[in-house]
């Protein structure tokens, strides 16, 4: 088993940045690729970015391509997501999470067996 556990969140004003953080335990995750997801108050949980294990390819949102950064460490066994020039629609709580040893993630949630408890976000204008 894998638990999650975000942390980093908090409350930033628009044009700021933040850097979120995604510790692993129970296991290494070194071998999982990585995601964050967001959800906003009356809507579904989206896609953020992900990181690859095998390659370290990374993927992310239109809507915050080159303002976010994903990435790992595998020696923490944890995973960023450096936010930067932030607007108040990326207000969410932001998820972290993992798929099982050796697959592949994607855009969709169902890809990934881990999830953490979430860190809420918040931008104000």
């Known amino acids: 088993q894998v638990q999650l556990v975000e942390s980093g969140g908090g409350l930033v004003q628009a044009g700021g940045s933040l850097r979120l953080s995604c510790a692993a335990s129970?296991?290494?995750?070194?071998?999982?690729?990585m995601g964050w997801f967001r959800q906003a108050p009356g809507k579904e949980r989206e896609f953020v970015a992900r990181?690859?294990?095998?390659?370290?390819?990374?993927y992310y949102a239109d809507s915050v391509k080159g303002r976010f950064t994903i990435s790992r460490d595998n020696a923490k066994n944890t995973v960023y997501l450096q936010m930067n020039s932030v607007k108040p629609d990326d207000t969410a709580v932001y998820y972290c999470?993992?798929?099982?040893?050796?697959?592949?993630?994607?855009?969709?949630?169902?890809?990934?067996?881990?999830w953490g408890q979430g860190t809420q976000v918040t931008v104000s204008s």
């Open positions: 999470a993992a798929t099982r040893n050796y697959a592949a993630g994607s855009e969709d949630t169902s890809r990934y067996d881990y």
């Open positions: 129970g296991r290494t995750v070194s071998k999982s690729d």
């Open positions: 990181i690859s294990w095998s390659s370290g390819n990374t």
